[in-house]
């Protein structure tokens, strides 16, 4: 079964601790995405990967990193920087980043920081 | 600033009733526009999108270049129709990456 999957489900930290969120996919995708869903706001772009091994800055990438060194594989960092951590994370893929190419999203990381 | 405007959080509707789900962009070019929808307790989901011209579990949306609108719409709600929707746009050729509306809730009274 083909599709993207982000573990946890949920995710408890304390604050000033790093912690990171999984995102794999299996859809042979190149394009790979994280958003960040907060109620009211929608979701706004983190940081978003085109290829394996280079990605670029979204609206809201401070305080968050990643890596690509695996196509199926896009794993976020949310570091003790980020000043509002506790949110839900979606990943999300394409086949590639032409626009007219749908997104296909994991089940989300429900993050809380206390 | 904001490209993708849904003026609604909340819109509520009886079974049966007509509903539109508003969205505004503001691009100059030839936007690519998507509709999401997130049922309860189920992943992010594309709904449909301009280019397809298509009709999907009854909901149809028309790109509106004079007005920058692309207004879901379907003629008679159903109950199951309740979820998130969110309007994405996308701009080809420039920075492609989809930009999301901060999303309507779409509640369909019995």
């Known amino acids: 079964d083909g599709g993207i999957t982000q573990s946890p489900k949920y995710l408890f930290r304390k604050e000033g601790q790093n912690v990171t969120l999984s995102c794999e996919q299996n859809l042979n995708h190149d394009a790979m995405y994280w958003y960040r869903q907060d109620p009211g706001q929608g979701l706004r772009l983190i940081y978003y990967s085109q290829i394996v091994n280079d990605f670029q800055k979204g609206d809201i990438a401070e305080g968050y990193s990643v890596s690509r060194e695996k196509k199926e594989s896009f794993p976020l960092t949310v570091t003790s920087a980020q000043k509002n951590p506790t949110a839900f994370y979606l990943c999300?893929?394409?086949?590639?980043?032409?626009?007219?190419?749908?997104?296909?999203f994991g089940n989300g990381t429900r993050l809380t920081v206390t | 600033a904001q490209r993708v405007t849904q003026p609604e959080k909340l819109l509520s509707v009886f079974k049966g009733a007509p509903v539109e789900l508003k969205c505004n962009y503001s691009y100059s070019g030839s936007p690519e526009l998507f509709w999401y929808v997130q049922y309860s307790r189920q992943r992010l989901q594309l709904l449909l999108r301009h280019i397809s011209r298509e009709s999907i579990k009854g909901f149809t949306a028309d790109l509106n270049k004079g007005e920058t609108s692309f207004h879901l719409k379907k003629p008679f709600a159903q109950e199951e129709d309740s979820a998130m929707y969110y309007c994405?746009?996308?701009?080809?050729?420039?920075?492609?990456?989809?930009?999301f509306g901060r999303g309507t809730s779409l509640i369909v009274h019995p």
């Open positions: 994405a746009l996308s701009e080809p050729g420039g920075s492609y990456i989809p930009t």
């Open positions: 999300a893929s394409s086949l590639d980043s032409a626009g007219t190419r749908a997104l296909h």
